[in-house]
């Protein structure tokens, strides 16, 4: 069954899309994807926690150290594609992932980042419940301020991509459209800390 035959005849399908591509500069470098979590590289965890809430397929945009990344991760059933522009910040990123959903049948992505492991499937989930159609606009939110992750309906995604740029990611199009914006609340379900500095790295153990 192709994948737009799926999107027709069963549930909506909604890509899972993993942003891992940063190079964890202020980590002294160490690539973000391949911080290890539970044994086990960081970005196999996320993609675990998109597969378990119900994301398919699960697209992975990857960056920094990409090579090394797809040799030491197990990505095997996702679609990983290379951000060779991943030093302009996650907007690039951004882009990237949603022009690799084009043609998949998705009806909507739901973006994640991969710094984010105190973030579970229930999380992931209670966004994906809240898609209505192709121009939902969906986040989750920690004691009523948003955060990841964000579920965009296909119909928004050209303008995304227009206005993508540095590390801005999709806020320029969420700021335009606050008006529709629909927030999940998931505070008493996850956290919504980054891996962002050294001290941080105690919160993988």
């Known amino acids: ?9 069963g549930p909506p399908l909604i890509a899972g899309l993993l942003l891992a591509a ?3 500069r202020r980590l002294g470098g160490r690539p973000k994807a391949l911080l290890p979590y539970r044994g086990r590289p960081l970005v196999e965890n996320a993609v675990r926690v998109l597969r378990e809430a119900g994301c398919g397929p699960v697209h992975v945009v ?4 990409a090579a090394e990344v797809r040799e030491r991760a197990d990505l095997a059933g996702c679609v990983v594609v290379d951000n060779p522009d991943w030093v302009q910040g996650m907007g690039s990123s951004l882009r990237v992932g949603l022009a690799s959903l084009a043609g998949t ?15 579970g499937p ?4 209670r966004v994906l419940a809240a898609y209505r159609s192709p121009a939902s606009l969906v986040a989750a939110a920690y004691d009523g301020e948003r955060g990841h992750p964000v579920l965009f309906g296909a119909d928004r995604w050209a303008d995304i991509a227009a206005t993508a740029t540095g590390d801005k990611g999709a806020r320029v199009h969420l700021a335009r459209h ?3 914006l629909m927030l999940v609340e998931c505070a008493d379900i996850a956290e919504a800390f980054d891996i962002d500095t050294p001290p941080d790295l ?3 153990l």
């Open 1 to 9: 069954m192709s994948a737009n035959n799926h999107a027709q005849s």
């Open 105 to 119: 049948g998705a009806r909507a992505a739901l973006v994640s980042l991969v710094d984010q492991p105190g973030i």
């Open 22 to 24: 940063g190079g964890g």
């Open 62 to 65: 990857l960056g920094a150290s």
């Open 122 to 125: 229930a999380a992931v989930a």
């Open 202 to 204: 105690a919160r993988l």
């Open 178 to 180: 606050a008006e529709e």
